[in-house]
């Protein structure tokens, strides 16, 4: 297991959290580089910032139509600085497999 995992799976023990909420999880590399979370459930969707591998998100509501609804912290800064500061909006699930 990679450092990040670890971190947050920790994370995940020490928090109580929100029940309806899955596992965090690091995103995976992509071709493009990134994978875009956006404002709406679609491609058409404002695109609010571009996340990187290695950034970590939370499933807040799995969604339907291959989108997800998540939480956004890039790299380790949810361990590093606790858990504000996030960013909210959806995300292809394909790009999600990892996670809870």
């Known amino acids: 297991m990679t ?8 994370g995940l023990l020490l928090h109580g ?4 909420a899955s596992l965090f999880c ?5 071709t ?6 956006r404002a709406a459930p679609s491609v058409q969707g404002r695109l609010i910032l571009r ?10 509501d799995g969604g339907r139509g291959g989108w997800s609804k998540v ?6 800064t949810r361990l590093a600085k606790g858990y504000d500061g ?4 959806h995300a ?3 790009f999600l497999k990892d996670c809870g």
């Open 3 to 10: 450092r990040l995992t670890l971190l947050a799976l920790l």
């Open 17 to 20: 959290g929100d029940a309806s």
């Open 26 to 30: 690091v995103l995976p590399a992509t």
């Open 32 to 37: 493009d580089g990134f994978v875009a979370l």
């Open 51 to 60: 996340m990187k591998a290695g950034d970590e998100v939370q499933i807040i």
């Open 71 to 76: 939480r956004h912290w890039p790299g380790d």
């Open 86 to 89: 996030f960013t909210e909006g």
């Open 92 to 94: 292809a699930r394909r």
